[in-house]
Nanobody
Framework: QVRLVESGGGLVQAGGSLRLSCTAS????????MGWFRQAPGTEREFVAS????????YYADSVKGRFTISRDNAKNTVYLQMNSLKPGDTAVYYC????????????????????WGQGTQVTVSS
């Protein structure tokens, strides 16, 4: 497992943008597929986006396609989530997740596929 620390959350008006960052400990970050999930009060944690370890495969929830972009910088042990055109419905705690993978194209989308989680960062979008 790897230790993950998210940052970049905050309060933004509808239509605005935020960029979340997640920095991982250790020297094997490039061997991990990474993902972002979110959880609003009273709801289950839901998939937002994921990215494979090295060949750039990405997947997005339908609700964020065209607005959010996941990317990674393996030299900085960091994965990003650029969020544009934010809506009040995007309000949630956003969690970074990781799973080690031997496949370069593996980008899981299920909560159960990840085994390391950050503490979360709050994103609030006001109307």
């Amino acid at each position: 497992q790897v230790r993950l620390v998210e940052s970049g959350g905050g309060l933004v008006q509808a239509g605005g943008s935020l960029r979340l960052s997640c920095t991982a400990s250790g020297r094997t970050f490039s061997s991990y597929a990474m993902g972002w999930f979110r959880q609003a009060p009273g709801t289950e944690r839901e998939f937002v986006a994921s990215i494979s370890r090295s060949d750039g495969n990405t997947y997005y929830a339908d609700s964020v396609k065209g607005r959010f972009t996941i990317s990674r910088d393996n030299a900085k042990n960091t994965v990003y989530l650029q969020m544009n055109s934010l809506k009040p419905g995007d309000t949630a705690v956003y969690y970074c997740a990781a799973v080690q993978s031997f496949r370069s194209d593996y980008a899981p989308t299920s909560y159960a596929d990840f085994d390391s989680w950050g503490q979360g960062t709050q994103v609030t979008v006001s109307s």
